[in-house]
T-cell receptor
Framework: KNEVEQSPQNLTAQEGEFITINCSYS?????LHWLQQHPGGGIVSLFM???GKKKHGRLIATINIQEKHSSLHITASHPRDSAVYIC??????????FGAGTRLTVKP | GAGVSQSPSNKVTEKGKDVELRCDPI?????LYWYRQSLGQGLEFLIY????????KSGLPSDRFSAERTGGSVSTLTIQRTQQEDSAVYLC?????????????FGPGTRLTVL
């Protein structure tokens, strides 16, 4: 079993839909990161969380430390949100463990 | 420049040759990371530098891989006697502080192809 599990693996949505991507982890962490990788390959960090909830525009990230679970929500999805979303955890040893990614396609 | 830069952007080499990949982090960032992403695979952590030192090198795939960072800035990842399984995109990232304290900024990557 991977230390960082994401679901779903693939997700297709219609423009305007509310989207949720889930991440569960089994190791002790100091922080959790959500990353976005566009088809061209560039990676952008969306959020870094160690507790609670963060919001940036239409994106919301939450983390439940007790349940070892995080969610990334996208409200009013748009085709430009189409990308691979990656959950990554920073362990207490300062290394990073990655989920396999969720490929999101938003259709107009 | 304002972002993390990596060079070369593409590298094609023959099996058995050594390659050196370079990363220029954002000025003032103390933490630097190397990752790789094989075709169709997820991201894999290789090594982390805080300043010039790497506390743990166990993420490097084999003893053919080495990395150094000098002057708290530029880092090089060296792969000796390259093998076909080393083909991947090698990504560098930097952050102001360590992994639990600040956002990582990623470079565009170096695509390595070993023939």
């Amino acid at each position: 079993k991977n230390e960082v599990e994401q679901s779903p693996q693939n997700l297709t949505a219609q423009e305007g839909e509310f989207i949720t991507i889930n991440c569960s982890y089994s190791v002790g962490i100091s922080a959790l990161h959500w990353l976005q990788q566009h088809p061209g390959g560039g990676i952008v960090s969306l959020f870094m969380l160690s507790s609670g909830k963060k919001k940036h525009g239409r994106l919301i990230a939450t983390i439940n430390i007790q349940e070892k679970h995080s969610s990334l929500h996208i409200t009013a999805s748009h085709p430009r949100d189409s990308a691979v979303y990656i959950c990554a955890v920073a362990t207490s040893l300062n290394d990073m463990r990655f989920g396999a990614g969720t490929r999101l396609t938003v259709k107009p | 420049g304002a972002g993390v830069s990596q060079s070369p952007s593409n590298k094609v080499t023959e099996k058995g040759k050594d390659v050196e990949l370079r990363c220029d982090p954002i000025s003032g960032h103390t933490a630097l990371y190397w990752y790789r992403q094989s075709l169709g695979q997820g991201l894999e952590f290789l090594i982390y530098f805080q300043g010039n030192s790497a506390p743990d090198k166990s993420g490097l795939p084999s003893d053919r891989f080495s990395a150094e960072r000098t002057g708290g800035s530029v880092s090089t990842l060296t792969i000796q006697r390259t093998q076909q399984e080393d083909s991947a995109v090698y990504l560098c990232a930097s952050s102001l502080l360590g992994t639990s304290q600040s956002t990582q900024y990623f470079g565009p990557g170096t695509r390595l192809t070993v023939l």
